[in-house]
């Protein structure tokens, strides 16, 4: 084991363990950026919680910044967000809900150590969720499962206990039991010290909701058969062996499992607490060739986001780094390891939302934005010393098509300029063909709301108003040149060159694909990743 003494640098080891590296993840309206406003407020982050439902006296959400995140309610994009509570350095990353931008949140768990899963106690494990659960167990995430919305009407709490266990194979152990049936929440039991936990509400949830704590006997004056009825419950949890176990949790074994009312600000606390308490600090990265690069070695990083228009004040964009091992330093030169070419990093900030402060350090855990990185793309890995080239993020397969035209031809530039900052981004895949010509280049999305997202950003961020044309695709395959020949004159295929030179065929429907590939065994025809939309998200 390493020792502070065997390090060059002893605060990096130091550092690293102080680090809680985690993503809020869920269904849609389940309440994730509610949860996410609610732990900075416990945290002393922020004075007052935001609201994505526009209460009166309650700001807007940190982690919804976009427009269109703060017309609807929802998030589009992960956000970035540090702050220190305790003696830990907390970096949390609040993802999209949507399932049509799983690619966003699949590049997030790529970034983080732990999940925190948010369950909404009247639905369950809905669609999004089961998929959520998957991509964890396909990275070996340890995940925390909040139960969410108990101060409303909702399921018993044995039956979720038994839904997440059937549905995800894993054992729940609950770390605290709702007094009180959903929707008549009274508190929560504190199953290790066996004290209660009073609920207490504030204005809109606005504030900090303090907790009272009374022992058994107070709480069994006080609340009288729903204590007595949360005691026998949690008995039967430990007859049943449902008890927190840190190596199974972090073997991805069991999930422990917390009640709470985001909205409220209630069980917020104990969460946060839990993080601290259980969830992994940064530890060894595993690199390309699968060897692990511990966090004591050189500084290294990659990119699992690039990000503009993030503030309307900044006309630029924002690389966020994961920091995998040793000490990141404003202006240090880094090789990038897709080009060999030295990167200076002179321009290096924390964020907190869109908000930014200039950072001089970082240590692994830590995500820092690298402004104007414009070599930097999604996946990208930086490195110095030691050479080290991290996995690289998969590509969905795109099951939507759009061509796209600027409504106003004199501004060519602009459109073009946008196109391509939202294709470095990631946002969604371009690609052009001979037959429609550059001018009209055509967008491959995993889900409809995200070519809502090109044109919001179009209009706002590049001043260029678009006009796009629904293609009648479903489906895209990779192709070689030879292939490429054959498909051109094939009814229902068009083939285009993607913006990274790959030759992608889309086909009208899977049985068009299926019967062309069965006439023409020796075409090439490849799933554009290993990792699918339906696969992980």
């Known amino acids: 084991m390493t020792t502070v003494a065997d390090v060059p640098n002893p605060q990096v080891p130091r550092e690293a363990l102080r680090r809680r590296t985690f993503a809020v993840i869920s269904h849609p309206d389940a309440g994730k950026s509610t949860l996410t406003e609610a732990l900075l407020l416990h945290a002393r982050a922020i004075t007052s919680a935001g609201a994505t439902h526009g209460k009166a006296g309650r700001s807007g959400t940190v982690s919804d910044w976009m427009e269109m995140e703060k017309a609807r309610g929802i998030s589009v994009t992960s956000a970035a967000i540090q702050f220190e509570y305790h003696n ?20 997030v768990l790529s970034a983080v150590d732990a999940a925190v899963m948010l ?52 054992l729940p152990t609950p770390l605290n039991w709702p007094v009180g049936e959903a929707g008549d929440l009274r508190g929560v039991l504190d199953r290790r010290s066996g004290d209660f936990l009073r609920y207490t509400r504030t204005a809109g949830g606005a504030t900090v909701a303090e907790s009272v704590r009374l022992d058994a006997a107070e709480a069994a004056i006080e609340e009288g058969p729903a204590w ?65 690069r511990t966090v ?21 964009h924002v690389a966020f780094v994961r920091v995998c091992s040793g000490e990141f330093r404003r202006g240090m030169i880094v090789t990038h390891a897709a080009t060999g070419r030295p990167f200076a990093t002179k321009y290096a900030q924390q964020l907190f939302g869109k908000e930014r402060t200039v950072t001089d350090q970082a240590w692994p855990g830590d995500i820092v934005g690298l402004v104007n990185a414009s070599a930097l793309r999604v996946g990208d890995s930086i490195f110095e010393d030691e050479r080290v080239e991290f996995p690289p993020l998969p590509l969905f397969s795109p099951e939507h098509f759009r061509a796209i035209r600027p409504v106003d031809s004199s501004k060519h ?76 004159g094939t009814r229902q295929v068009e083939v285009f060159t993607r913006s990274d030179g790959t030759l992608l065929a889309l086909f009208s429907t899977p049985w068009r694909l299926q019967a062309i590939a069965k006439e023409n065994p020796k075409l090439v025809l490849i799933d554009i990743a290993n990792a699918t939309a339906d696969d992980f998200m």
């Not at 809905?126 to 995940?143: D, I, N, W």
């Not at 008995?235 to 909205?263: I, K, Y």
């Not at 409220?264 to 060897?291: K, M, W, Y």
């Open 228 to 292: 007595a009825s949360a005691v026998e419950e949690s008995e039967l949890l430990d007859a049943e062996s449902q008890n927190h176990d840190s190596e199974l949790f972090l073997d991805g074994q069991t999930t422990p499992v917390l009640f709470c009312a985001a909205v409220a600000n209630f069980g917020v606390q104990q969460l946060l607490d839990t993080l601290v308490e259980f969830a992994p600090p940064a530890e060894a990265r595993i690199d390309i060739d699968g060897n692990p």
């Open 88 to 107: 830990a350095v907390i970096n949390l990353v609040d993802t999209p809900g949507h399932a049509d931008f799983s690619e966003d949140t699949f590049r």
């Open 119 to 170: 369950v909404d106690a009247a639905k369950g494990l809905e669609p999004q969720t089961m998929k959520l659960f998957a991509v964890c167990k396909q990275r070996g995430l340890p995940v925390i499962t909040v139960i969410n919305k108990w101060d409303r009407p909702g399921d018993t709490p044995l039956a979720l206990m038994d839904e997440i266990q059937t549905r995800t194979g894993l």
């Open 413 to 488: 530039k602009q459109f073009r300029r946008g196109i391509d900052q939202l294709d470095h981004e990631g946002v969604i895949q371009v690609m052009r063909s001979e037959v429609r010509g550059e001018q009209a280049p055509v967008l491959g999305a995993v889900g409809p709301m995200q070519f809502e997202v090109v044109e919001d950003r179009m209009v706002h961020d590049f001043h260029a108003d678009i006009r796009m044309e629904s293609l009648p695709y479903q489906v895209a395959r990779k192709t070689d040149k030879e292939s490429a020949l054959v498909l051109a």
């Open 296 to 316: 004591t070695s050189p500084f290294s990083g990659f990119v699992f986001k690039v990000q503009s228009g993030m503030n309307s004040a900044h006309r630029d």
